[in-house]
T-cell receptor
Framework: GAGVSQTPSNKVTEKGKYVELRCDPISGHTALYWYRQSLGQGPEFLIYFQGTGAADDSGLPNDRFFAVRPEGSVSTLKIQRTERGDSAVYLC??????????????FGEGSRLTVL | AQSVTQLDSHVSVSEGTPVLLRCNYSSSYSPSLFWYVQHPNKGLQLLLKYTSAATLVKGINGFEAEFKKSETSFHLTKPSAHMSDAAEYFCVVSDQGGKLIFGQGTELSVKP
């Protein structure tokens, strides 16, 4: 497709369950970002990939969160033992190059996660 | 560390009147600054960006922003609001590693 695609668009799960959120970036974009947006807040950085490697994972809140991008394209954000506080919209963005202050990030519409 | 502060959580204007959304930034170096817009149930869209070229930056849909180093500000303006401008607006700074740091957002309402 032409834009960043995220699936599922909505996910409802129970506390303690495992969740995977998928991001399919724009074809040819080497940089991929995950952000989390809670209600009434701005997006909060989680992790950034350049190619297959995580260049910066400083925003991951704890070791229950993990993300992969094995072939340098699609990425999966994995959340173990979900907690109610994990409820948020998870946003994925891609860019042609490492932003470095001059690039533009293209965002998907997000995956809304609700933990009951 | 880089950060942005959006001075208003909500701004309400009448259609056809000017829009001003205020943003102050903090950065230890010459920053790159952006404004993104988020319409309900839509993805974030880049409005405009400042990358140390012209201090007055023009974006899409008639928006513009002026970088003022002396005031550490990057306010977003539009001469005449349209109903379709109603959305959430985010001021954003890029850190040296390339990741974007978002402000808390300003919700713009446009009254007919």
């Amino acid at each position: 497709g032409a834009g960043v695609s995220q699936t599922p668009s909505n996910k409802v799960t129970e506390k303690g369950k495992y969740v995977e959120l998928r991001c399919d970036p724009i074809s040819g974009h080497t940089a991929l970002y995950w952000y989390r947006q809670s209600l009434g807040q701005g997006p909060e950085f989680l992790i950034y990939f350049q190619g297959t490697g995580a260049a910066d994972d400083s925003g991951l809140p704890n070791d229950r969160f993990f993300a992969v991008r094995p072939e340098g394209s699609v990425s999966t954000l994995k959340i173990q033992r979900t907690e109610r506080g994990d409820s948020a919209v998870y946003l994925c963005a891609s860019s042609q190059t490492r932003t470095g202050g001059i690039g533009e990030l293209f965002f998907g519409e997000g995956s809304r996660l609700t933990v009951l | 560390a880089q950060s942005v502060t959006q001075l208003d959580s909500h701004v309400s204007v009448s259609e056809g009147t000017p829009v001003l959304l205020r943003c102050n930034y903090s950065s230890s170096y010459s920053p790159s600054l952006f404004w993104y817009v988020q319409h309900p149930n839509k993805g974030l869209q880049l409005l405009l960006k400042y990358t140390s070229a012209a201090t007055l930056v023009k974006g899409i849909n008639g928006f513009e922003a002026e970088f003022k180093k002396s005031e550490t500000s990057f306010h977003l303006t539009k001469p005449s609001a349209h109903m379709s401008d109603a959305a959430e607006y985010f001021c954003v700074v890029s850190d040296q590693g390339g990741k974007l740091i978002f402000g808390q957002g300003t919700e713009l309402s446009v009254k007919p």
